[in-house]
């Protein structure tokens, strides 16, 4: 199994940025599809970004343009860059791994084996 876990949430003021962290526990990058998502009590899950195994990038339309994913496969670690943040924004924010190849369905909580545990992000 891959083991993630979340860091760099916290509480910012709107207009505010943040930079979320995922490590992973083994050599789990070299080929994944990776994601984050962010969920509010009573909403479902939704995805925020992803990053297919060759790199490309998608992301939800309400944070295109003010967020950025990357991979630091030296470190086994997925970046989220939040920037210009709306209290709309507020969640617990996960990432997710899948363990194969992947280049479609990024956003799609059904793309993904593995989850971390969460980090909450509130935007006042």
């Known amino acids: 199994d891959v083991q993630l876990v979340e860091s760099g949430g916290g509480s910012v003021q709107a207009g505010g940025s943040l930079r979320l962290s995922c490590v992973a526990s083994a050599d789990a990058y070299a080929s994944y599809c990776l994601g984050w998502f962010r969920q509010i009590p009573g909403n479902e899950r939704e995805g925020v970004a992803g990053?297919?195994?060759?790199?490309?990038?998608n992301y939800l339309a309400s944070v295109s343009g003010r967020a950025t994913i990357s991979v630091d496969k030296a470190k086994n670690t997925l970046h989220l860059q939040l920037n210009s943040l709306e209290s709309e924004d507020t969640g617990v924010y996960y990432c997710?791994?899948?363990?194969?190849?992947?280049?479609?369905?990024?956003?799609?909580?059904?793309?993904?084996?593995?989850w971390g545990q969460g980090t909450q992000v509130t935007v006042s």
């Open positions: 997710a791994a899948q363990s194969y190849e992947c280049y479609s369905g990024l956003l799609w909580t059904g793309r993904y084996a593995y």
């Open positions: 990053i297919s195994s060759d790199g490309r990038t």
